[in-house]
């Protein structure tokens, strides 16, 4: 399984792939406020680079709980900028975590190869045409306005179907498309707990996986810590778990840690099978 992109071609059968959270926001709910300026956004994209990243996923605005929303021109002035910057210095795929077709177009424009759609196509479906224009992969994440499911799992895929029909409609190739169950979006704790210990029902899905649970609230609640930034060894226990249900790819604010347990995992169940 390969996704291609205008940077790399990353091989996603042969081992999981790290993502790195880069937000340039000012109240994410873990960094807000802690890249907001190019030359920290650098070193923190060198940074994530030199510990193992593949890919660097790049928000301008917060998804936390209770954010105050911005309109795509907002977003476009604190998200080009730092993508045309980063692009000069760090030689790896770069993704636009973006629901706004406006947003994504701009992105993709900049210099991003992927975009990271939170609302699987489903809030901006004008941003599929964007995905089938530059021929650039998407990630269509599981996310919905509230949580009445009838059976969780099955709910979940027949929404991600949804997404996936939007984006196929408008073009896009099968082999652009990423799925996100959502861990964290609309649905409850017990319901993300339920999800991690199903992702192998989406990976059958036949799309690429990506598991982004990164230092979120059911990991807290589960420990008792508040302060997320204190969340990642129960980060890293979702990855972990993750990568044995067939996650092909995390999100994560930690790259060091999730790289190195990557990898032993990795290790531990290709040459656990000899």
Request: charge should be neutral; charged fraction near 25%; aromatic fraction near 4%.
């Amino acid at each position: 399984m390969e996704l291609k992109t205008a940077t790399k071609t990353l091989h996603l059968s042969k081992r999981t792939h790290i993502m790195g959270i880069l937000n340039v926001t000012p109240d994410s709910f873990s960094d807000g406020g802690n890249y907001t300026t190019i030359e920290k956004a650098i070193g923190q994209a060198k940074r994530m680079e030199q510990e193992g990243a593949d890919i660097i996923d790049i928000g301008g605005e917060s998804t936390r709980p209770g954010h105050i929303p911005i309109s795509s021109k907002e977003e476009v002035e604190r998200v080009v900028p730092v993508i045309k910057a980063i692009k000069e210095h760090v030689n790896l795929p770069i993704s636009i975590d973006t629901f706004k077709a406006e947003t994504a177009r701009h992105a993709v424009e900049a210099g991003a190869d992927m975009i990271n759609d939170i609302w699987g196509a489903k809030k901006d479906p004008e941003i599929a045409n964007v995905v089938r224009e530059y021929n650039v992969p998407i990630i269509l994440m599981h996310n919905r306005d509230n949580e009445n499911y009838q059976t969780l799992i099955d709910d979940m895929k027949k929404d991600l179907e949804g997404s996936i029909e939007i984006a196929l409609k408008a073009g896009v190739r099968r082999e652009n498309i990423i799925l996100d169950p959502g861990v964290g979006f609309a649905k409850s704790g017990t319901d993300n707990l339920v999800v991690m210990n199903n992702l192998e029902q989406f990976v059958q899905m036949g799309y690429p996986l990506l598991l982004a649970t990164s230092r979120k609230r059911f990991i807290g609640s589960t420990l008792n810590i508040t302060e997320p930034t204190k969340r990642d060894i129960g980060t890293g226990a979702t990855t972990c778990l993750g990568i044995v249900k067939g996650a092909h790819m995390v999100r994560v604010h930690n790259v060091r840690l999730n790289v190195e347990l990557a990898r032993m995992m990795d290790t531990m169940l290709r040459e656990g099978r000899r």
